[in-house]
């Protein structure tokens, strides 16, 4: 059967076809999609977990029990799931573990490009790298034959272009018969103590050594000579892209990233002129080649930051390459919040309090954006509360710093930061902006949701409780649009001697809830101040007008957008934005 996928469309459905008993993760993308794919698959079974660390850790379960499992996130989850995956690879396995991790070169929606086979080197654990959704299905397929031939988890490392990529992929036969899950009973595998971890680093050793000589001669390890002149070390999407502007260089293309097939890639180096190593991000293979004394050439004349693309790969090789639309020939499209977001009229408070807004990974990063300008940190989930709570004890008075934390990334990483808060006395303020759902990836569910990834209804976590049971006594909640209430507690929060969490909360405006009351403007009413416009609602845009021989601008509100939250309205202190009245037909007023 022939099927037209994603990259991540084809790895839910390898697991599928691979028997697995669980797929599990967190949503990040660019791996998202895996999960919410495989959820809709006939006889699977996935669902999301607090975090990447609860995630892998379950997975680890259903592997140390005999059955198959698949854990899904992106680069940065990888960070957070790196304390299981360590001592799982000294543990090994009892049925396959694959740890598909999704890199984002480029960041185009993270916080850094980070490389995560270097995860592979550090783990001691195999990498195996697909450049298409074909190599996708077919590369995880194999990893878990391989994590349960030679005892170990196998990641699978993605990119944004494979992940999101198209392609067709030609599906094999599900595997049918599944094994019984027996409870693991080995205590010097799996119970890691000193004395047995000793022995199992061992194993690893050997392991490792047996896994390169697998890739040597592997499928995956595959050589393309054509004119030998020019040779090409290469993997996963670059692979394409080499292909591309370069058919008819001689290419060794490596299914497996770590461990380096290396007497593979010395003989290949033997057989070419001149040896060119292209790879994104760092030069995790051209260090390798040069530590064995192999001459490449590769950073020098690729770049160790962003994307590659056909382009880049045909300049770093010496080729022409047809030329692209420069970015400053196209206009510029800077993220924003959605009309009627509810962190807008927020955010818009916080800049009027003038206090300094520690931020967290969510919708409302966009909070750094003119015209809002409130967020001066971020650094990863849950670091809101943590660098709040360091702002203090640095000397910085509490009274003027507020930390931001979405509902999901709260039970992901901020419930032990607000913890420490309480247990060492701090006065840190911080914003939970409650919008019921995991918006930034698409609006997944989590325990706050009472909803579970498949739908069905689940225990929904009660936040104000779950703060005050933290040991945080000044807790409240106050409606997101409610901007004179969301003022007022801020400030009273600011002005109490112990921590303060304040819990905003409103649904994201792409979940269904009762409609708003649209907004247009009064033009006689309008005085042109400007407030409404220093929202940056897409919804409202300026209008140039001549006022006493001066160009001014003056508010127009598109209806087609205007979500009706009403922000606008309580901003203005002229009460210049008139209410639609039903039956109106929308349009720009």
Known sequence: MERILTGNQAIAYAARDAGIALGVGYPGTPSTEILETLVNLEDAVAQWSPNEKTALEVAIGVAFGGRRALATMKHVGLNVAADPLFTVSYTGVAG?????????????????????????????????????????????????????????????????????????????????????????????????????????????????????????????????????????????????????????????????????????????????????????????????????????????????????????????????????????????????????????????????????????????????????????????MGAAIGVAHGLEKAGVDPAKVVGVIGDSTFLHSGITGVLDMVYNHSRATILILDNGTTAMTGRQEHPGTGKTLAGAAAPQVDLEALVRALGVEDAAVVAAYDIKAVEARIKQSLAHDGPSVLILRHPCMLIPHEAGVKRTVNEGACKLCGACLRLGCPAISKVPVEVNGKVRHRPAIDLLLCQGCGVCAEVCAFNALDPVPDGEPVGVA
């Open 96 to 380: 396959g573990l694959v740890v598909l991790v999704a890199d984002d070169p480029g960041m185009h929606s993270s916080q850094n490009e980070q490389d995560s086979r270097h995860y592979a080197r550090a783990a001691k654990v195999p990498m195996l790298e697909p450049s298409d959704s074909q190599e996708a299905y077919d590369f995880t397929r194999l990893a878990f034959q391989l994590s349960e031939e030679f005892d170990t988890p196998v990641l699978v490392r993605s990119t944004t272009r494979v992940s999101h990529g198209k392609s067709i992929v030609r599906l094999g036969d599900r595997v049918t018969d599944l094994p019984t899950a027996q409870a693991p009973q080995d205590l010097a595998k799996y119970v890691m103590i000193p004395a047995f971890a000793r022995q199992r680093h061992r194993v690893v050793e050997d392991r490792q050594q047996r896994l390169r000589a697998w890739a040597e001669t592997a499928e995956v390890t595959r050589v393309e000579y054509r004119d030998r002149a020019v040779g090409i070390i290469t993997s996963g999407i670059n692979y394409q892209y080499v292909r591309e502007v370069a058919p008819e260089a001689s290419v060794l293309k490596l299914g497996m990233v770590y461990p380096w097939p290396i007497e593979a890639m010395r003989a290949f180096a033997a057989q070419v002129d001149t040896l060119y190593v292209v790879e994104e991000l760092d030069p995790f293979i051209e260090e390798q080649l040069r530590a064995e004394g192999i001459a490449v050439t590769g950073k020098s004349r690729f770049p160790i930051f962003g994307e590659l693309s056909p382009k880049i790969v045909a300049e770093g090789l010496g080729l022409p390459a047809e030329t692209a639309p420069a970015a400053q020939d196209l206009p510029l499209r800077p993220p924003t919040l959605c009309p009627g977001c509810p962190h807008r009229g927020v955010f818009a408070v916080l800049r009027k309090l003038g206090v300094t807004v520690t931020g967290d990974i969510g919708c409302y990063t966009l909070g750094v954006g003119a015209p809002l300008s409130a967020l001066h940190t971020c650094v990863c």
